[in-house]
């Protein structure tokens, strides 16, 4: 049985934190639309056609779970003993530690194919969108990732007029092409693309337990700004007293208020698409 050795290598330096800095191209669109061709991933959990990956937002900082790769977890000890107390406080709370999941899409651009193969980092709604084509009845569709005869898809930026900490949010609106067609006219390039897609999981260094726990340490300790979800999916800061008031709804306790006790302040968790900026913090955690 053979193995790719250099492959193993660089998993072993991701998992012990001693990675280098990865070389991988983000695609990084501005408003307009664009024509897309979706590529099979490598390296993938069963049953899993893109790559996804479990980050937890330490004072707001992505951070991957060590969990997901069976390694000691901080985190994931801490949520498991939160849940284990039975308290309505530490559940709310531990619910605000869960790991959001990120999907890693390998992407060619049309009119752009000298750029070799992209990823494109997804949002949950994005992420929910081609899951949908895959399981279409109409098998045009549901093979858009074919190399042969897969369809590319329309994706659609444009302004919502929303905001996020000052920066414009957009709207992303994917559709399938109605036409089929190969990846590339030429099979040889077509075959050097589909050998060329990375694995998004090398961008991301893997934190020793310790660097986690001081992480979470601070995180607690009220490093991180509270943040609660809002009708528009987009986390707004809170003040103390609203903070206060929004833990002490979400308790389910029947106490005289006089003698009921504050449980404890915490940010509340992000929405998937408050973090859609994720990769702007790519070459901070990577170096």
């Known amino acids: 049985m053979s193995f790719d050795l250099d492959a193993i290598r660089k998993k072993i330096e991701r998992l012990s934190g001693r990675g280098t800095k990865s070389n991988i191209q983000m695609w990084k669109a501005d408003l307009g639309i664009y024509k897309i061709r979706v590529l099979p991933g ?3 959990k069963e049953g899993v056609p893109f790559c996804e990956l479990d980050f937890y937002y330490l004072n707001d900082k992505p951070v991957l779970a060590p969990a997901q790769f069976g390694k000691p977890d901080p985190v994931a000890e801490l949520i498991k003993q939160l849940y284990r107390s039975g308290t309505p406080e530490d559940k709310a709370f531990a619910k605000t530690l869960r790991p959001n999941t990120r999907t890693y899409v390998p992407i060619v651009v049309r009119g752009e194919e000298d750029k070799g193969v992209l990823i494109w980092s997804c949002n949950k709604n994005v992420n929910l969108r081609l899951l949908g084509f895959l399981v279409e009845e109409d098998e045009d569709i549901a093979n858009f990732m074919d190399p042969v005869n897969g369809l590319d898809l329309k994706v659609e930026i444009k302004a919502s007029g929303k905001k996020f900490n000052d920066r414009p949010v957009n709207d992303i609106i994917v559709d399938p092409g109605r036409k089929s067609s190969p990846l590339h006219q ?8 589909l050998d060329s897609v990375p ?6 260094q ?7 726990k001081q992480l979470l340490e601070d995180h607690i ?5 509270p943040v609660i979800e809002c009708n528009d999916e987009q986390p707004q800061k809170l003040t103390v007293d609203a903070l206060d008031k929004l833990v002490d709804e979400s308790s389910v306790q029947e ?7 504050k449980p404890r302040k915490a940010p509340t968790k992000p929405t998937q698409e408050a973090i859609d900026d994720i990769d702007s913090a790519l070459d901070a955690l990577t170096k």
């Open 42 to 44: 490598k390296n993938l």
């Open 186 to 193: 030429d099979p040889a390039v077509a075959k050097k693309l």
């Open 199 to 204: 694995d998004p999981a090398e961008m991301w």
């Open 206 to 212: 893997l934190k020793s337990y310790e660097e986690i």
């Open 221 to 225: 300790s009220g490093g991180a700004s």
């Open 255 to 261: 106490q005289d208020n006089k003698s009921q006790k």
